[in-house]
């Protein structure tokens, strides 16, 4: 009984057989052939491995980029937040500046009037130019943005361009 493997060797040895029967022209196709294949995989290898890096080194600059987003959001929201905050505190000064109008507490009145924002003030002090409670075209509130530049909310909140 011949060994486990020795089947396999013996197939092996018979197809090589084959192959000693065909021409020197064939051998030298065949080992043309097998440098190609080596340089191809070569470079596949070389390829992949190119990918690999480039695959990394963006990832860690994508999360770079996504971390900074992330906290520039974060702020923004807070910039948000907190601009309502002010408007709202605005608005609520001048409903009460206007309650004290209508009802002649002057003293009442001048006290809302030092309460507001310094940056709210330049609108509320045109606004009440246009003498709001007996002026019927008069607008219906101060607008703290009408009339402020980019130039001015660039200094202000040091926005970009």
Request: aromatic share 8%; with cysteine; proline share 5%.
């Amino acid at each position: 009984m011949p060994e486990a493997g020795g089947i396999n060797i013996e197939v092996a040895q018979q197809l090589n057989e084959g192959r000693g029967h065909r021409g020197p022209e064939h051998s030298r196709i065949h080992e043309v052939l097998e440098v190609v294949e080596a340089i191809v995989l070569a470079l596949v290898a070389c390829a992949t491995a190119w990918s690999g890096y480039q695959a990394a080194r963006w990832d860690s600059q994508q999360s770079e980029l996504y971390g900074r987003s992330s906290r520039l959001r974060v702020e923004a929201e807070a910039f948000s937040v907190r601009s309502n905050q002010e408007r709202q505190y605005n608005a609520s000064n001048v409903n009460e500046w206007l309650k004290a109008e209508v009802h002649g507490e002057t003293s009442l009145a001048e006290l809302f009037e030092r309460r507001f924002l310094p940056e709210f003030r330049p609108a509320f002090e045109a606004w009440k130019k246009t003498d709001p409670l007996h002026n019927p075209n008069a607008p219906a509130g101060a607008d703290a943005d009408a009339g402020v530049s980019r130039q001015q909310c660039r200094g202000v909140y040091q926005i970009g361009p």
